[in-house]
């Protein structure tokens, strides 16, 4: 079994973040990725996916992502960023390592990999993110349907659904854009919770990280904080985006108020025939190996402190990439920088003023 400071849980953008700080903190650490190559989630993601923001406001902590040829990166581009990352840190990253459980191990925590390896740590940082753990709602009679149901987690291209009807549901960023390329190959209707909230067509990533800033700002001064309408979340108008409003394919009806075999019901009690649906519903936190500490609570999130990155119950735990509840924007490249900083900062401080509270010391 290896001992070591801090072990790193995820190996993407939120991990290599952490990375970044750790390295320069004189502490030993670990980074283990379940993922068989770089790049974390960005790898799953479908294939024409660009960045809302220049390659300058898509960066994590250090290097500058490189400049793209496009107004906004490809995922390759990204997928290439983080890996040559690694790279230029040499940042220790293992994978691919399963972490299925951490546990307490006296005033340390024991950290286990299915494959039977195991860790002795003095903190851990959780940073695995949401795309192993896709969410799609319950509807009545879903379990009928006959057709074709897919995650946007797994949805790669349109080809598949050529010809089809097909029902895209989610009322996001995946399903505006989803929407935007499968409408070209197929008779799509758009499903949404209510009437989708779209930004301005000059309001990009850079906008939404300067809004994102000032929110976090407020809190932490303990104000309100002033922002114009919209923000994440909110629809940014990306050109397939743009095109799609132009087709006239941008406008979304609200939920079915049930499935059939082949299709959905209307409240109205009409029947409407599709044969495959796209599900854009989103995620959640994917905590399942700190079930076992008793962490998790009834949303499927950690109770955090005002930092935002260290578990109340459990004070060898930060977190890191969630979402807001772990910090305003902290799940995107630009955005996690700050909350990445601040718990290296955290853990550095806790456990040198452990080691120097030890008895004997």
């Known amino acids: 079994m290896d001992s070591i400071d801090v072990v790193v849980i995820g190996g993407g953008q939120s991990g290599l973040a952490a990375g970044y700080f750790l390295r320069r903190s004189g502490l030993s650490y670990v980074i283990l990725d379940a993922e068989a190559a770089p790049g974390g989630a960005w790898q799953h993601a479908w294939e024409s996916l660009h960045l809302f923001s220049p390659a300058g406001w898509s960066s994590i902590p250090g290097w500058p992502m490189p400049v793209s040829r496009a107004p906004y990166p490809a995922k390759t581009e990204v997928i290439n960023y983080l890996a040559r990352y690694e790279d230029k840190y040499a940042l220790p990253v293992l994978r691919p390592v399963w972490v299925q459980r951490i546990s307490r191990s006296g005033d340390q925590l024991l950290v286990e990999a299915d494959d039977g390896r195991q860790w002795q740590a003095r903190a851990v940082i959780s940073a695995t993110g949401t795309w192993r753990h896709p969410y799609r709602p319950a509807f009545d009679g879903l379990n009928t349907f006959a057709g074709m149901q897919l995650h946007s987690a797994y949805y790669r291209t349109p080809e598949p659904f050529a010809g089809l009807r097909v029902a895209i549901i989610g009322g996001g960023n995946s399903g505006a854009q989803i929407l935007a390329e499968v409408s070209k190959v197929a008779q799509a209707i758009w499903i949404t919770q209510q009437e989708p909230a779209f930004l301005g067509d000059d309001v990009d990533g850079r906008v939404l990280f300067e809004r994102a800033t000032e929110k976090w700002r407020a809190q932490q001064e303990g104000r309100e904080p002033n922002l114009p309408q919209g923000g994440f979340g909110d629809i940014v108008m990306v050109p397939p985006v743009v095109d799609a409003r132009q087709r006239g394919v941008l406008a ?99 456990l040198r003023s452990s080691a120097s509270s030890t008895p004997g010391d």
């Open 252 to 350: 979304s009806i609200r939920p079915p108020a049930r499935f059939t075999p082949t299709g959905m019901q209307r409240p109205d009690g009409s029947e409407r025939p599709i044969d495959a649906v796209i599900w854009c519903t989103g995620f959640r936190p994917a905590l399942s190996y700190l079930e076992g500490l008793g962490l998790v609570n009834a949303h499927g999130q950690i109770n955090v402190d005002d930092s935002k990155v260290r578990s109340v119950a459990e004070p060898l735990v930060w977190l890191l990439g969630y979402g807001d509840w772990n910090g305003t924007a902290s799940a995107t490249l630009i955005g996690v920088t700050r909350y990445a900083r601040e718990a290296v900062r955290q853990i550095s401080d806790y």
